[in-house]
């Protein structure tokens, strides 16, 4: 079975930065996509970011534009999302997501097929 681990949430001050990563494992791990979603208490889990493995392409919710920056390791099968100017509002839960086909809805959190556990960002002001 395919598994997605994330890792680097933490508390950090607002203006700060992390780096988060999700490495992926299972021998019939083959993905199209790979990207992050959040969620805060009381708050639907909304998309955050997505890279095409392929092609590298990147997409961005507007919210974090300019501030996040998702990339990948293709050895590895690892995605990264390095996130500055961290502000309060960024603070939930993120999650790692993997699709096997391209999610030609990227926002869409019912065509990803993979989850990971979720990896705790606090930002404090």
């Known amino acids: 079975q395919v598994q997605l681990v994330e890792s680097g949430g933490g508390l950090v001050q607002a203006g700060g930065s992390l780096r988060l990563s999700c490495a992926a494992s299972g021998r019939t791990f083959s993905s199209a996509a790979m990207g992050w979603f959040r969620q805060a208490p009381g708050k639907e889990r909304e998309f955050v970011a997505v890279?095409?493995?392929?092609?590298?392409?990147?997409y961005y919710a507007d919210s974090v534009k300019g501030r996040f920056t998702i990339s990948r390791d293709n050895s590895g099968n690892t995605v990264y999302l390095q996130m500055n100017s961290l502000k309060p509002e960024d603070t939930a839960v993120y999650y790692c997501?993997?699709?096997?086909?391209?999610?030609?809805?990227?926002?869409?959190?019912?065509?990803?097929?993979?989850w990971g556990q979720g990896t705790q960002v606090t930002v404090s002001s």
């Open positions: 890279i095409r493995w392929s092609s590298s392409d990147t």
């Open positions: 997501a993997a699709a096997r086909r391209w999610p030609y809805s990227r926002p869409d959190r019912n065509v990803y097929d993979y």
